[in-house]
Structures are given as C-alpha cells and as structure tokens.
C-alpha cells in the first residue's frame, strides 16, 4: 500500500504545471477600460495596408513580400523549426531499424594442437583445409537480415512532456517569427511614408527657394534704381544662399531613404525608386476593445506564454529523469551460412525482452538539470509578466499619442494659415513702404517653417497610428 502512495505521489508531483496569463499578478490589476480613448475612424474600410488608399505603398508591400531577404530568412527559420519539432515529436513512437550483414571467418588449427585426425581422416573441403602439407584451418560464412524495434515506454510521462515541451517552443517560435515578420512590415510602412514626407520637404524647399530668389530678385531691382539699400540686397542674397543649401540638404534626405526603401524591396539602391507625392490621410481602423483582450492578440504576450508552458514541461521532464525508464526491445530475422538462405523462414531468428534502467550516480548531473528547469521556469514567468507590461505601455503610450497628435496638427494646420496670411500682408505694406524689408523676410520664413511643421505632424500622426496597430498586434 505504501509503495503505491509513493508511486501516486511522484506521478502527480511530475505532472507539468498549467499556466494561463490569468496567472500572472499583473494581469489583476489590468483596467476594463483603456486610460486615453481611440479615436474613431470607423469610416476606414479594408485591410490595414488598403487603408491608406496609396496604390504605390501597395506595390512596395507586393515587392517587399517577394523580394525581401529577410523575410525570406523568416520564412526559411520557421520551416527549420517545423523539422526541429517532428525531431522531438519521433521519440512519442517505436523506433524500427532493419540490416543486412554478412561474414567469413578463415581460423588456423595448428595452434590448438588439432590434426586431420580430429576431423575424422580427410578433412572437408568446405571447412579444413592442409597448407603447405601441415596446416589445417578452419573456415565458415555467416549472413543475416534483422529488424529491430526500440520504444520507452511512458510511465512517468518524461516522453509526454518532452513533447509537449517542444510543442511549445515551436508555438514560441512560430508567434516570434510572426511578429517580426508584422513587424518588418510596419517599419517598411514607416520608412514608406518617411519617403513620401521627405519628397514633399524637398518640394517645400523648392518652393521656398523660388519664393525667396523672386524677393531677392525685386529687392536687387529696386536696389539698382536706388531704391532699397545695400542691406536689403545683401540680406535677401543671404536667404537665397539658406534656401538653396536648404534645398539640397531635403534632397540628400529623399534620396537616402529612397535608397534605404530600395533596398528593403531587395533592389539596388539607386536613388530612383518612385513613392506617392502626398502623405496618406486615411488610416487603419484598430478596435481597441477591452485591455485584457490584448493578452489574446499580441504575438509575443503569445511567444512567452508558449515558452512558460514549455518550461513547465521541462521542469516535469527533469523530475521524471529520476525515475526508472522502461524500454521495450525486440529483434527479428535470419541467419544462415548461405546467402540465399537469409530469406528462409526456416532459419529465422527472433528476441524481444524489457529493459528498466534506474539513475544511481549520475555526478549530479540529473539534480543540477532540476535546478536549472526550475530557475528556468522562474526566468519564464518573469519574462511574460515583463512582455505584458511593455504591451500595455506601448498602447497607452500610442493611444495618447493620436490625441497629442491631432492637437499639434490643428496648431500647426492654423500657424501655416496666419503665418500665410501675414506674409501676404507684409508684402504689401513692403510694397507700399510701410514695412521694412526684415518683415517681410520673417513673415515668409514663418510661413515655410510651419508648412513643414504640418508635414511632420502629418508624418506623425501615421507613425502613430502603424505603432498602435503593431501594439495591438493587428487592426482585428
């Protein structure tokens, strides 16, 4: 009776663990409300990349799905680990091995002190022979064919839980490289429109050098009429000069993230690669939900649960490494003298039996693998709990940033409208001597520089959104 109590008793404590995110303490402390609210844009339709109604981000997602090295890799990675798990999974059934084998064996008699005489008289050709009118030998021929099974059998559950163990890490594996995959994507995006924000700087900055070169020009008209004075000549020469070199620094920055673009798509960078003149103003619809519903929706929360769970199987699996294995061994085939013969039934030849080998003295090495199993799980746990909090902050943090966002647009949006208004304005006073020619150059300036502030506000408001969507994991 006590054996069997005992034997309960190290079944049960070698069971693996059961572990949800409803384990984990933060998870208890998770609001049922999100703190800032999303914004809504349910008038958006279609997958996240349509969205955008940019038919040149769609042609650069085509590309970058085919032509990617990267996501190539990934791809290569996941069907690495596929290959890893049917590994593990091949230790669940028998193992069958099958073999051919064939000897002769040509043994020396003399040393033994046997003659002919041992023999009978005249010796048989096929196994003694006489060399050099002396030497007797003895010579035979053996040939097989065998089939051999080996299978453990799972009374601890050590072989359920490697298993399970490596289910889990592939699960890890497989929400990695989905995520990085999803993740690539959303940086392509971002470097997309970085693109496309940087092409409309440098038209800006055209814009702005043709503006400022067609003041200077007037002042340089009026200066030879001797009407402006040298100081308004020098200072709108002096503008002209900024703007140009303003100019060809927005250009530099085009053509290297066109470059960078090119060469995501698996292109050679040539600089040349054509992206859409305006920035995207429709965006993705995310329903946000409830917080606790991202534990279901971001692949890493996923990965490190998966890998919780493998460790928990590990840790069983290093308990039931101290108990005795059952092997169950069985052998099947023929052996004859004759080759011909190994496919006779009458000379076949069969085995089978039970090992069980229990570990003595294993230098430590089992209770050092229990230790590391059980620190392992411990790194598990903290490692999701860590997973989820970033989870949580990055969509807090992304969804106050669309409220910010929105504001610093509308600020931006009405400077560049007054900012407009007064150069008009100070053009005309200029033309009408009311104002000096230092007014007019800083009512321009202020209008240029808030144009810009509205293309990276607008820039902004799309990388905010592509990081909600990556924090949610998806627009579903």
Not at 41 to 54: E, H, M, T
Not at 93 to 117: E, M, T, W, Y
Not at 169 to 194: P, V
Not at 382 to 395: C, F, H, P, T, W
Request: glycine share 6%.
């Amino acid at each position: 009776m006590k054996f069997y109590a005992i034997t309960l008793s190290v079944l049960f404590y070698s069971c693996a663990e059961k572990f949800t995110t409803s384990d984990i303490p933060i998870v208890d402390s998770v609001p049922p409300s999100w703190n800032a609210p999303l914004i809504d844009s349910s008038n958006v339709i279609g997958k996240w990349w349509d969205a955008f109604d940019d038919s040149s981000f769609i042609k650069v997602l085509a590309e970058f799905n085919e032509n990617n090295p990267d996501l190539k890799t990934l791809a290569s990675r996941l069907k690495i680990a596929k290959q890893v798990l049917k590994i593990n999974k091949a230790i669940r059934v028998p193992s069958f091995n099958v073999g051919i084998n064939g000897s002769s064996r040509k043994q020396n008699l003399s040393a033994f002190g046997l003659s002919d005489d041992f023999f009978g008289g005249e010796p048989d050709s096929s196994q003694s022979s006489n060399i050099g009118g002396g030497v007797n030998s003895f010579s035979s021929s053996n040939f097989g064919l065998n089939l051999t099974m080996q299978w453990e059998v799972d009374v601890w559950g050590r072989v359920f839980n490697s298993v399970s163990a490596a289910k889990k890490n592939y699960e890890s594996i497989h929400s990695d490289l989905s995520f990085l995959a999803f993740s690539m994507k959303i940086q392509l995006a971002k470097l997309y429109f970085s693109t496309v924000e940087a092409y409309e700087q440098f038209e800006l900055s055209t814009e702005t050098y043709n503006s400022v070169s067609e003041l200077a020009g007037m002042v340089s008209a009026r200066y030879d009429k001797g009407l402006r004075s040298s100081l308004d000549l020098r200072l709108t020469k002096s503008s002209v000069s900024t703007s140009k070199a303003q100019m060809e620094s927005r250009r530099q920055i085009y053509i290297t993230l066109t470059r960078r673009l090119e060469s995501m798509l698996g292109k050679y960078p040539r600089g040349t690669y054509k992206v859409n003149k305006k920035l995207a103003s429709n965006f993705p619809v995310i329903s946000a939900g409830v917080p606790s519903q991202i534990l279901n929706r971001r692949p890493d929360i996923k990965s490190s649960l998966s890998k919780l769970q493998a460790a928990s199987h590990e840790k069983a699996e290093a308990i039931s490494s101290f108990l005795p294995k059952f092997i169950l061994t069985g052998s099947a085939g023929t052996s004859s003298n004759e080759l011909s013969d190994i496919l006779n039934n009458d000379y076949q030849v069969w085995s089978q039996g039970l090992s069980v080998g229990l570990p003595l003295f294993q230098g430590g090495s089992l209770r050092a693998n229990k230790i590391i199993a059980d620190q392992t799980l411990k790194i598990a746990k903290q490692d999701l709990i860590k997973v989820i909090i970033n989870a949580y902050s990055e969509v807090e943090q992304a969804l106050h940033a669309e409220t910010s966002n929105d504001i610093l647009l509308d600020a931006y949006t009405d400077a560049a409208e007054q900012a407009e208004a007064a150069y008009k304005l100070s053009r005309e006073r200029y033309d009408s001597g009311l104002v000096d020619l230092i007014a007019v150059m800083d009512s321009q300036q202020r209008w240029f520089i808030a144009r810009s502030q509205v293309l990276i506000a607008k820039k902004n408001k799309l990388d905010t959104r592509l990081n909600l969507l990556l924090a949610f994991g998806g627009n579903t």
